[in-house]
């Protein structure tokens, strides 16, 4: 069967976002235990790098010799490292939306770190994702839209982070290997995470991890192989389908979130979250959807002047 055809891809990347969206679920559920999310993120990525070196052993020394990698690396765990935070202890759908203004961040860090013009529908994304930050993020009764916890804050910094994944990993595409870049995607999650942990310590509400129980032990390898599986149907999907698509497929992350936390999280979905969601779903739907659309013009464009030089 031909990949192009394959009917595949898409449900590959629903599983991805369907693990994403309903994560918040064992996180808390091995806080329950005792496991901090950022000891959580140490030892489910621990298991996954060691699992990738194991059939990739040559990712390690390519980490070791391209020290543009650590970059990545960082970037990567921070990413999961705040999200992880966040989603244990705020709202799902908050934290899923202030993570989801990746657009904003991608329009700026791909103007410092690539050289890349802002375009007319660049600025336009930002102002749609910032309105719907605004929305989602005033309190009732303050003037001003402001971060409101702890939360608000990892969840930001975690979407901040993972567009300067995504910038990075374009920028290094051509310069480095596969495996190179995932063994530093996973380390990094064990690195940053581990650090954290450490360095805040009992004194700042991050305790040890408890002694080894069947109980939470088994619910931490099952969250482990949940996301590797999700890791390699992200691979999988995004490599036979076009970028625009994927992440649009991807943005069913929010809903499965949303659905997940108001039935089982007893969360409840207000008219200004959902008003906020929609401008940055917006914001994200068209920088997803905009490559396509601007492929098409300038296709058109070209054809035409053809057409016209030929006439």
Known sequence: ???????????????????????????????????????????????????LLAWRPQGLRQLLAQPQLWILAVASGTTNAAFNWAVSIGEVVRVVLLFYLMPLWSVLLARVLLHERFTASGVFRIGLALAGAAVVLKPEGVPFPLPSGRADWLALLGGFAFALNSVMLRRLGSRTREEGRAVAMLFGCVVIAGSLAVGLGPERGIAWPPAPQAAWVALAIGLALAF???????????????????????????????????????????????????????????????????????TSRRTSASNSSSA
């Open 1 to 51: 069967m031909s990949f192009a055809r394959s009917p595949w891809p898409v449900p590959a990347l629903l599983l991805n976002a369907f693990v994403w969206g309903l994560s918040w679920w064992p996180l808390r559920a091995l806080q329950g235990h005792g496991l901090h999310p950022l000891w959580t993120t140490v030892i489910v990525y621990l298991l996954a790098v060691l699992a």
């Open 228 to 298: 590797m599986c999700s890791n390699m149907a992200y691979q999988f999907g995004a490599a036979r389908l076009p970028a625009n698509v994927t992440a649009v497929v991807m943005l069913t992350e929010v809903v499965f979130a949303s659905v997940s936390s108001v039935a089982w999280g007893g969360e409840m979905l207000t008219a200004q979250t959902l008003a906020g969601g929609g401008l940055i779903v917006a914001a994200a739907l068209l920088a997803a959807l905009g490559p396509a659309r601007w492929g098409q013009a300038e």
